[in-house]
């Protein structure tokens, strides 16, 4: 597709439940990254990948986050036993191989947690 | 470490008023500097950005110039107009070997005609 593509836009869980979020990277872009967007607040990075290989995970807020992207192309953000502080905005960028090249965002999906 | 400190919104203007938003940062290495925006329930766009010190980053009629002796890396628009209106993130990345952006808080521009 053109842009990042994110989904879903919205999802809402009862405490303790799992939830999945996928992200649709820029077709050709090596590197992905996810962020965690609290109301108010800036986009906080929690893991990168550079390809298929997990690179970088050292945001992710605890054991009950897990990321993967089997193939190098779509990742999955999954987090376990969600927790109210779990609400924000997940946002998913890509990029070229390289950091000084900007990332390009999707539009996030709003996780709440109820 | 590092980290980005934007001016605290939100800021409301006239139209064709005067933009500065002020954005100081801290980096352990030489950071590329970056301006993203981001329009009510939107993901966020680049802006601008600015690789080395000096350098100037302009798009939409939006500038900033990276100053390392002051660590600044200030958004400055001449003219704005109700479009605008949106939250601005100022953002780092170390270069060639960082892997990560470091986000401001961001701030809330209305502009009103």
């Known amino acids: 597709g053109a842009g990042v593509s994110q989904s879903p836009r919205y999802k809402v869980a009862k405490r303790g439940q799992d939830v999945a979020l996928r992200c649709d990277p820029i077709?050709?872009?090596?590197?992905l990254f996810w962020y965690q967007q609290a109301l108010g607040q800036g986009p906080e990075f929690l893991t990168y990948f550079q390809n298929e290989a997990q690179l970088d995970k050292s945001g992710l807020p605890s054991d009950r986050f897990f990321a993967e992207r089997p193939e190098g192309s779509v990742s999955t953000l999954k987090i376990q036993r969600t927790q109210q502080e779990d609400s924000a905005v997940y946002l998913c960028?890509?990029?070229?191989?390289?950091?000084?090249?900007?990332?390009?965002f999707g539009d996030g999906t709003r996780l709440s947690i109820l | 470490g590092n980290s980005v400190t934007q001016m605290e919104g939100p800021v409301t203007l006239s139209e064709e008023a005067f933009l500065t938003i002020n954005c100081t940062y801290t980096?352990?290495?030489?950071?590329?500097l970056f301006w993203y925006v981001q329009y009510p329930g939107e993901g966020l766009q680049l802006l601008l950005k600015?690789?080395?010190?000096?350098d100037k980053g302009s798009n939409k009629g939006f500038e900033a110039t990276y100053r390392k002796e002051t660590t600044s890396f200030h958004l400055e628009k001449g003219s704005v107009q109700v479009s605008d209106s949106a939250v601005y993130f100022c953002?780092?990345?170390?270069?060639?070997?960082?892997?990560?952006?470091?986000f401001g808080t961001g701030t809330s521009l209305t502009v009103i005609p």
């Open positions: 600015a690789t080395k010190a000096d």
């Open positions: 980096a352990t290495g030489y950071p590329s």
């Open positions: 953002a780092l990345s170390e270069g060639d070997t960082g892997n990560q952006f470091y």
């Open positions: 960028a890509s990029s070229f191989a390289g950091t000084v090249k900007p990332q390009h």
């Open positions: 077709s050709g872009h090596v590197s």
